[in-house]
Every structure is written in structure tokens, then in C-alpha cells.
């Protein structure tokens, strides 16, 4: 059966970067709190030691959490593609199965079957792997031929056929 490829983990690269970019709003509102904290003492409170605690404490967990989220997606991403690239994975081809889409955009997992192994996903969930649910303009439907490459849970390449 000629496959052609909806998802390859390889070409599809680090996908995930908008989750810990998001934190560096918060770094830079922090590292902005630090500059001015001088000015804003008078206004927030009566003791300066209070926004100096808080400027610095604010600063401190908004980098922690934005080299966090980084770090585990993007150690993630990096864990699959090496996986995929070095050949650790299994395969599966046959007919989807037991299809149910999310219920509505971003409410729920979308989930099909082949051959008896389940795939659960959603474009809300942060992953290195194949999340494109139908309500977004996902390729997965009932009685569709598909090959997947997976590890674990994760989808490192879907490849649909003709139907």
C-alpha cells in the first residue's frame, strides 16, 4: 500500500517552544518589577524590604519555570526523535478502529485504534509527538489505512494510505 507521511517527528522539529516562550512574558514584567521597584515601593507598601522580597522572588520563579518547561520539552523532544532516528520504536499498520474525536476543540482526547493498539491525543496536550486532532484539521478517521511509528504513547510518525 502506498503511505504518504502526515507527521514525521524528524520534520517536524521542536514544536513545543510556545509553552516556556510563554514564560518569558513573566520574565521580562519581573525583570522590569526589579528595575522600578525603587519607584514602586512608595506606592505598594510601607516597607521596601516587601518589594524587594517580592521583585526578586517573582523573577526567580518566572526563570525557574520558563527554563523548566524548556528543559522538559524539549528533553523530551530530543528522547523521541533520537529514539526515532536510531530505530527504537515499533510499528503499526491497519485500519483505524475505534475512532472518537475530542467532543469539541480542546475538550477531551481524541483517540483511535489499530490493530488493537490505542492512541490517545489532543492539540492542548504538550508533546513532542502527533497531536492534531480532527476538530483542528487532524488526518485520523474512522476506517482509515494508517502506519504508525510509536514509542510508549507517542506518535513519531503517522503515515496515512489511500481511503
Known amino acids: 500500500m502506498n503511505y504518504h507521511t502526515v507527521f514525521d517527528i524528524t520534520t517536524a522539529g521542536y514544536k513545543s ?56 520539552t524539549y528533553l523530551d523532544y530530543a528522547r523521541l526523535r533520537r529514539a526515532f532516528e536510531a530505530g527504537r520504536f515499533e510499528v503499526v499498520e491497519g485500519v483505524v478502529t475505534e475512532f472518537r474525536p475530542e467532543r469539541s476543540p480542546g475538550r477531551g482526547l481524541e483517540r483511535f485504534c489499530v490493530q488493537g493498539r490505542c492512541f490517545e491525543y489532543s492539540d492542548n ?19 482509515l489505512p494508517v502506519r504508525v511509528s510509536y514509542v510508549g504513547d507517542e506518535i513519531l510518525k503517522l503515515e496515512i494510505g489511500p481511503g
Request: net charge positive; no cysteine; hydrophobic share 55%.
Open 17 to 72: 517552544w510556545s509553552f516556556p516562550a510563554f514564560g518569558l512574558i513573566f520574565v521580562a514584567l519581573s525583570i522590569g518589577l526589579v528595575f522600578w521597584r525603587r519607584r514602586i515601593a512608595g506606592l505598594w507598601s510601607r516597607r521596601p524590604r516587601d518589594i524587594n522580597v517580592f521583585a526578586f522572588g517573582f523573577l526567580g520563579f518566572s526563570v525557574l519555570w520558563t527554563v523548566t518547561t524548556f528543559l522538559t
Open 125 to 143: 496536550v504538550i508533546t513532542a509527538g502527533f497531536n492534531n486532532a480532527r476538530s483542528n484539521g487532524g488526518p485520523v478517521r474512522m476506517g
